[in-house]
């Protein structure tokens, strides 16, 4: 329903619009036989998240949206160019009277608690590289340009 809505409202037609769900191309929970190792994903969702360019932020819930706890999830729209957000007509309605009841107040506790150094991954090694690798980045800057 996110996404379909999402369509809508940016002129998108659903039926020809194709979606990357990284969540269900990879697992995360194989074992570790299975997985490949940091700088694999590195190289295949970086330049796979460049290439696509634009990247749907599905929150649900939006008061509290997991995938923005996570490493990964964070490190990936770094290399999306255009980020916008997709929510159910549920999810939007509750955002919106948050936002014009509480003045934007719950709004900006949500984003405020948004943090890559707080940021969680399912394995540690991937957490610390990804670190590693955004050292050097603002991450005031990296918030604005997600968030704002």
């Known amino acids: 329903d996110?996404?379909?809505?999402?369509c809508?409202?940016?002129g998108f037609d659903s039926r020809t619009t194709y979606f990357w769900f990284d969540c269900i191309t990879v697992s995360q929970h194989k074992s570790n036989k299975h997985s490949k190792d940091f700088d694999a994903w590195y190289?295949?969702?970086g330049k796979a998240v460049t290439?696509?360019?634009?990247?749907?932020l599905v929150l649900l819930p939006w008061e509290k949206s997991v995938p923005l706890t996570r490493s990964w999830y964070l490190f990936e729209t770094c290399a999306a160019h255009d980020i916008q957000i997709a929510m159910t007509d549920l999810q939007k309605d509750g955002f919106l009277s948050s936002l014009f009841e509480n003045s934007a107040k719950s709004c900006h506790d949500v984003l405020q608690n948004i943090s890559m150094e707080r940021?969680?991954?399912t394995v540690d090694h991937d957490r610390e590289a990804i670190?590693?690798?955004?050292?050097?980045?603002?991450?005031?800057k990296l918030h604005q340009k997600v968030f704002v």
């Open 2 to 6: 996110a996404l379909d809505g999402f």
């Open 8 to 10: 809508k409202s940016d």
């Open 43 to 45: 190289n295949l969702f």
């Open 51 to 56: 290439k696509i360019g634009n990247f749907a």
């Open 119 to 121: 940021s969680e991954a």
């Open 131 to 140: 670190m590693k690798l955004v050292r050097n980045i603002d991450f005031q």
